[in-house]
Every structure is written in structure tokens, then in C-alpha cells.
């Protein structure tokens, strides 16, 4: 009959089926197993191949996000993906938090109830004329973010014709957009097809353009503090690793 061992390894071979893992979360079953007794033989599960790091240099990102800027121009839709098309008004303002505030996608896709960025997070002046959006990031902390005033208009086509309660960033006011919707418009918008460009990521290009900007700049400048608190909202000294 079977044994315990043959068990256990037979739950662990259909637990992982014919995923691959990394040379370190192997070592890190084998720790695992050999900490509980256990002898799971995890030789025959295959290794994943690391993916290559993908670093945007300064000028390839700006190149892109004058490219981009040109695409958006003007009225109409843009196809984000072969099948999904956005207002360019929207498109536009969702370039701006992320290429030029370094938001993660996180907060355009979340539903109303869990933090996403709704109508009612739109301030607007005496005129009813919008100036700033409330956004909400890690944790519940919520961020202020001043309009420029080219973006004003398309925030007024974003807010038209929906409640305080419906969320921004959405094409019928109640979905919020998917991942797989913000990952094909990195690609499109930011990356133009480099696998590997995330939110995260271009938090952490922005932050090391601002290095560079300051060694180029021999200490006579502090982009690298300017940036890790004022855009990527860090406490003073804590910085690159809580990105």
C-alpha cells in the first residue's frame, strides 16, 4: 500500500503540478520540509528561468512620454489593448499620476468601497471648476494632488454625467479598470512593449533618474530627497526601500 512518504510527496507533486519555482524558493521548501520532518523530495520540480531585469534609461523614458503625450492629443478614443478603447481625456490624466507622480496602478483599479479614486475625491473651486484629486495609496494614506491646468478639462469630461459615489477612472462609473487594462496601457503608453515595466518599477526609475541627476549635478542639487519624499510621499531618511 502507500506509505506517509508517499503521501506527502504525491500531495506536494499536485500542490505544484507543473509550475516551476526559483533556485531560492526551492532551497526555501527544502528548509521548510527538513525543519517538519518531512521527506519531500523537491529535485524533480522544475527550475524558473529569472526574467531580465528591465531598466528604462532617461532618455528612452522621456522619448516615450513625449511620444505618448503626442498619441493622446486631441478628442476621441485610444485603443489601450486590440479590444478595449479609453477616452483620451482619461488616458491623459492617468499618464500624469503615473508617469509624472509615480502612482501605482493600484489605485485605479480598486472599487469604490476599497479606496478607489470616485467623484467625490474631486475638489473643486468656487466656480465648479476642478483644481485637485484626493487619492488614496498604501495603507488608507491619502495624497492631495494639485491639477495642472491642462488637465482641468479632462477632468470635467471625466467627472460629467456621474454621481459623487461612481468611481473616476472607470468606463461606465461602477467597473474599475483591470489589471490586465493598466498593464496593456504601460506597455502601450510607457514601456512600448518592454515586458517588465510595472508601477512599481517607474517609482523606481524616478527615483534613480533623481540619483543620477544628482551626481551628474556633483551634491549641488537634492533631486534624490525631493523625489522620495514629495512624489513618492517617504518619511524623511527612510527612502528606496519602501517603494
Do not use: C
Amino acid at each position: 500500500g502507500e506509505t506517509l512518504k508517499d503521501a506527502t510527496q504525491k500531495l506536494f507533486n499536485d500542490y505544484i503540478g507543473d509550475r516551476s519555482l526559483s533556485v531560492e524558493a526551492k532551497r526555501r521548501y527544502e528548509r521548510q520540509f527538513e525543519t517538519l520532518g518531512l521527506d519531500i523530495d523537491v529535485s524533480g520540480v522544475k527550475v524558473s528561468i529569472p526574467k531580465e531585469k528591465i531598466i528604462l534609461t532617461t532618455g528612452e523614458y522621456q522619448r516615450n512620454i513625449a511620444k505618448t503625450s503626442k498619441k493622446l492629443e486631441g478628442e476621441g478614443d485610444v485603443n489601450i489593448s486590440p479590444k478595449v478603447k479609453m477616452p483620451k481625456f482619461m488616458a491623459r490624466i492617468i499618464m500624469n499620476l503615473k508617469s509624472r507622480w509615480g502612482h501605482r496602478d493600484t489605485i485605479f483599479k480598486r472599487t469604490a468601497k476599497n479606496g478607489g479614486i470616485t467623484v467625490a475625491d474631486v475638489e473643486l473651486n468656487p466656480k465648479g471648476d476642478p483644481y485637485g484629486i484626493w487619492v488614496t495609496e498604501k495603507r488608507g494614506k491619502r495624497i492631495f494632488r494639485f491639477l495642472e491646468p491642462k488637465l482641468i478639462e479632462d477632468v470635467k469630461s471625466l467627472i460629467k454625467g456621474k454621481s459623487k459615489g461612481e468611481l473616476l477612472f472607470s468606463l461606465d462609473g461602477k467597473k474599475p479598470l483591470s489589471k490586465e487594462n493598466m498593464e496593456n496601457f504601460t506597455r502601450n503608453f510607457i514601456s512600448y512593449g518592454k515586458e517588465g515595466v510595472t508601477g512599481h518599477k517607474i517609482r523606481t526609475f524616478l527615483l534613480t533618474a533623481a540619483r543620477e541627476l544628482d551626481k551628474i549635478n556633483k551634491g549641488k542639487t537634492n533631486f534624490t530627497e525631493f523625489t522620495d519624499r514629495f512624489l513618492l510621499l517617504h518619511k524623511p531618511g527612510k527612502g528606496s526601500d519602501k517603494l
